[in-house]
């Protein structure tokens, strides 16, 4: 998009899941209009109602898959976005060990489809759903953006070969305007209530989880570990607000309108929070106990991981605003106000 360019429609893949969902209310408070394209995999089309009551409008959605080149330029045609925002994604890692080439074809894939089609329709400003799991273990932390990228899953592997994917196409053509953005731990929910993470099954993560058993859907949580060389044993994530996170991605596209280029940003605090740090945070939080057992390690787990998030502040102007008791009280709210997520009672 060209500075002041009228057009202030935005493509967002993946619009009805947890990240995407809120980046439409962010987008809608600043002034641009999502376009919402879901094929519904792991999210439901009730959010769209949701980010109506919170947004006062509702994006437009479409169903469908990235991987169908048609259904994709049949949207561009329709509603000429001037970009995208790219959180269409399969997200669990160990899913992504049973099936690494449903991870494959869908990430990469998928994405692949994407800028094909992005690139005969015109349209080359592109911001990436890309995340920390690039740093593989990490040699130091905080993590740079320099910092060397591995794989330690098939998961990570894809988030690795659309950022490699993302590098040749910018080598080769000077139009493009792409940011992957390396998150870190995305948790927290809208202020409202009314939107948040409603992960399908058990829940992976630790907050998801930590709120299950808050309001009582599950007995108690299991801690992987408590033998990590850090403070008190368990493993250090860096826990962003998705109402940080969602804003980056809003500045992200106004440094896309300044230029041409490719961009690689951590959206992180830059401040570690161990397990335990968690359980207690969200117990004074939600005034609910959080009983917990410590278990084994979970396989392929790190220590620790945190950001250097001083690259988005130069770049972005952007920093994480939301502390550690504003995610776990927003997640709580969530969680207590719709224990059942978005399935109908
Ligand atoms: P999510 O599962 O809630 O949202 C992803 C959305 O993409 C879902 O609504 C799903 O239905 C849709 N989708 C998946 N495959 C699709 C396809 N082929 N065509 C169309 N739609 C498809 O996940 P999220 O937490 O909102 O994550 C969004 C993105 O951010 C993902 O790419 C994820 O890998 C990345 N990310 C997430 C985290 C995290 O902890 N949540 C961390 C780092 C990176
Ligand atoms: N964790 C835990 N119990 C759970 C889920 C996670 O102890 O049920 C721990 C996990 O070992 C890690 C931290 O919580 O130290 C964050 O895990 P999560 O899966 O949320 O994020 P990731 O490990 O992918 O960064």
Redesign the pocket.
């Known amino acids: 998009m060209k500075p002041n360019h009228p057009n202030r429609k935005v493509l967002v893949t993946g619009g009805a899941g947890y990240i995407g969902s809120h980046a439409c209310v962010s987008l809608f408070a600043a002034g641009y209009q999502p376009v919402v394209f879901d094929n519904l995999c792991n999210s439901h089309a009730r959010v769209l109602e949701r980010i109506g009551e919170v947004a006062g409008q509702a994006p437009d959605f479409i169903e469908g898959d990235i991987r169908d080149a048609q259904a994709l330029e049949a949207v561009f045609r329709s509603f000429e976005p001037g970009a995208v925002m790219h959180f269409a994604g399969l997200k669990a ?1 160990g899913e992504s060990v049973e099936r690494p080439h449903l991870y494959q074809d869908n990430n990469v894939g998928g994405t692949r489809v994407l800028l094909d089609v992005m690139q005969r329709m015109g349209v080359h400003s592109l911001v990436f759903s890309s995340s ?2 690039v740093y593989g273990d990490p040699d130091e932390v905080p993590i740079t953006e320099h910092a060397p990228r591995r794989a330690t899953n098939p998961y990570g592997q894809t988030k690795l070969d659309i950022e490699r994917l993302l590098e040749t196409l910018t080598a080769k053509d000077a139009r493009w305007r792409i940011a992957c953005l390396r998150y ?2 995305p ?1 927290g929910a809208h202020p409202s209530g009314r939107m948040g993470e409603d992960p399908a099954g058990t ?8 709120a299950q058993v808050a309001v009582g859907r599950r007995e108690r ?5 408590n033998d ?1 060389d850090t403070p008190d044993g ?4 860096d826990y962003i607000h998705v109402m940080d996170l969602v804003q980056g991605h809003v500045d992200t596209l106004r440094l896309l309108e300044a230029g041409a280029g490719l961009h690689m940003i951590n959206l992180g605090t830059g401040r570690g929070v ?2 335990l740090e ?1 359980v207690n945070a969200f117990e004074a939080a939600s005034g609910r106990r959080v009983p ?1 057992e410590v ?1 084994a ?2 396989p392929g ?3 620790a ?1 945190w950001a250097d998030a001083s690259l988005a502040r130069e770049r972005l102007g952007w920093t994480a605003e939301r502390d550690l008791p504003a995610m776990c009280v927003d997640t709580w709210r969530w969680q207590q106000q719709n224990p059942r997520g978005y399935a109908e009672d």
């Open positions: 890692v920390a799991t870190f731990n948790v829940p992976n993560n630790l907050m998801p989880f930590i949580l299991q801690v992987f570990g990590y368990t493993g250090v994530r161990s397990v968690m917990y278990v390690r979970r787990d790190i220590a991981c």
